[in-house]
């Protein structure tokens, strides 16, 4: 059988000595002890499937959408295997091999329609509360869609509210380029209105090309090259036009695939917003924030750890802002992983609950994050369950 995105990661699979390592550290394991859906597993499978054993797409592409992405696995494996990279590739060849379904297939194209799709995002936000109410009505929804709770969606997209080149008062230090994304620009416009203002306030200018579309991580994630294609061609040709010296995204999953999948013109300048802070810190400087007389913790993202440049910017950050109380908390997962809180959102909100425990244990009031996804993970938690806690983007409060 022909089988090319398997051929790409013979070679990794091949590195896999069987140890179970990955077992012991992936957080969806400790939930559904099933080891063949997991990264051991999946290299068992990809192996068997290069040497002729034929399986079942549908069943294959079922078992692989128990993964969060977090790359745990990965980061762990004693034999340095790129446990995502065959996740990846296993999800591309079943799309290869039985299609897209029709929401899916459609998905990329409306989505670089920037305008529409916040149109339209705006209006299942405003209505989703009548759906949810009436159950039996999300039973006609793309199977895609049952687990949406969409949060309140900002109209119009930010590339409207703001000009395309932002320039500071003062000496230029810096030029930089803003990656959107499309939490950022659909739904956290605070943190990214605010975060543009700390920059122009420390010198340093700002373009955000108007022709630059989503990352295309949710379609790389599910294994749709084509479409994650088409988002890489949209943006090249948009960020390409422009001169800068560093690309910034407030997103570690927007940070992950442009840094991990991108042609270098991008990927050679990503980095995390909290990379650039730290960088532009004077020695010693303290940080104004907005959570004076605050006590806070903060929830490392899955997708920003497995980032290569992030040694704990975010803590460094938190712990120079001044009048706060810093409370640490142990590392976990929030249950999200894109997609996969759609594909699975019991055991998604079971996740999130024991995360939220964690949390609360510290005896914050404020959880800071980096990530729009864990943010809208767990304050819908903490909502649904009653906890006094606000979950906020870091970029939102630095001053
Ligand atoms: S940790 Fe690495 S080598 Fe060990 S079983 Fe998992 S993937 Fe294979
Ligand atoms: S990426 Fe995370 S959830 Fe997926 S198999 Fe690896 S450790 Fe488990």
């Known amino acids: 059988m022909d089988c090319t995105h398997l051929e790409a990661v013979r070679e990794e699979v091949s590195k896999c000595v069987k140890c179970g390592l990955c077992l012991s550290v992936c957080p969806l394991y400790e939930e559904v002890p099933r080891e063949l859906l997991f990264a051991r597993g999946r290299n068992i499978v990809c192996e068997e499937i290069l040497s002729g054993r034929s399986f079942q797409w549908q069943v294959l592409a079922e078992r692989l959408s128990w993964c969060l992405g977090c790359n745990r696995c990965g980061r762990s494996c004693p034999a340095g295997l790129k446990a995502a990279e065959v996740t990846f590739a296993l999800r591309a060849e079943a799309i290869r091999q039985k299609g897209l ?25 405003l209505f989703q509360g009548f759906w949810i109410r009436n159950r039996p009505f999300l039973r006609h929804l793309p199977g895609f869609l049952k687990g949406l709770r969409l949060p309140p969606v900002r109209f119009p997209p930010l590339r409207y509210r703001v000009a395309e080149r932002l320039v500071p008062r003062g000496k230029r230090i810096l030029k930089v380029a ?101 960088g532009l810190l004077h020695k010693g400087e303290g940080l104004r924030g907005s959570l004076a007389g605050k006590r806070v913790t ?60 964690e949390l609360l244990k510290t005896g914050a009031d404020v959880v800071l994050t980096t990530c729009p996804g864990c943010i809208l993970q767990l304050s819908h938690t903490a909502k649904r369950e009653g906890a006094s806690l606000e979950v906020i983007h870091l970029a939102e409060v630095l001053l």
């Open 101 to 125: 379904p029709l929401f899916k297939a459609l998905l990329p194209h409306l989505i670089t329609h920037r305008g529409s799709f916040g149109l339209l995002l705006s209006l299942v936000s």
């Open 178 to 278: 803003f990656f959107l994304g499309c939490a950022t620009e659909y739904v956290f416009q605070k943190a990214a209105l605010n975060f543009l203002r700390f920059l122009l306030n420390r010198g340093v200018e700002v373009v955000l090309p108007r022709g630059q579309v989503c990352c295309g991580m949710p379609f790389y994630g599910w294994g749709d090259r084509k479409g994650f294609q088409l988002m890489v061609s949209k943006n090249l040709k948009a960020f390409s036009a422009v001169d800068f010296d560093y690309l910034l995204t407030l997103c570690p999953s927007c940070g992950q695939v442009l840094k991990g999948f991108y042609p270098d013109l991008m990927a050679g300048k990503t980095l995390d917003f909290t990379e650039l802070v730290v």
């Open 298 to 357: 903060y929830h490392h993202p899955c997708h920003l750890a497995a980032q290569k440049g992030i040694e704990g910017q975010p803590e460094k950050i938190i712990k120079t802002m001044e009048g706060l109380e810093f409370l640490e908390s142990p590392n976990g997962c929030c249950g999200m992983g894109g997609s996969f809180a759609m594909e699975h959102p019991e055991l998604s909100q079971k996740m999130a609950s024991k995360r939220l425990k």
